[in-house]
Nanobody, 120 residues
């Protein structure tokens, strides 16, 4: 069974930093994309950042320049370094992973989510 386990959320003051981590476990042929989405109350889930197996990143405009996604392929882990946090960044952050099966099919997986609160 494939699972994604997130950690690192919490409460931080505006302007502060947090680092999220997500470890993928289980049996899979190949991990393609890993990344992060977030969902604030009353809003739809939105992309925060994607990172390919080769390290190419894609960010939402709202976080570009403040957040940095990285991954350790050997550890099946993706990170999200969040700096200069704003109250508008408050949301539940979900880890995401797209794998490729031996048959060439894509499969999507999600973590349980970790709460990030930005407040003074």
């Amino acid at each position: 069974q494939i699972q994604l386990a997130e950690s690192g959320g919490g409460l931080v003051q505006p302007g502060g930093s947090l680092r999220l981590s997500c470890v993928a476990s289980g049996s899979f042929f190949r991990i393609n994309v890993m990344g992060w989405y977030r969902q604030a109350p009353g809003n739809e889930r939105e992309l925060v950042a994607h990172i390919s197996s080769g390290g190419v990143t894609n960010y939402a405009n709202s976080v570009n320049g403040r957040f940095t996604a990285s991954r350790d392929n050997a550890k099946n882990t993706v990170y999200l370094q969040m700096n200069s946090l704003k109250p508008g960044d408050k949301a539940v952050y979900y880890c995401y992973m797209k794998t490729l099966t031996r048959d060439g099919e894509d499969c999507d997986y999600w973590g349980q989510g970790t709460q990030v609160t930005v407040s003074s």
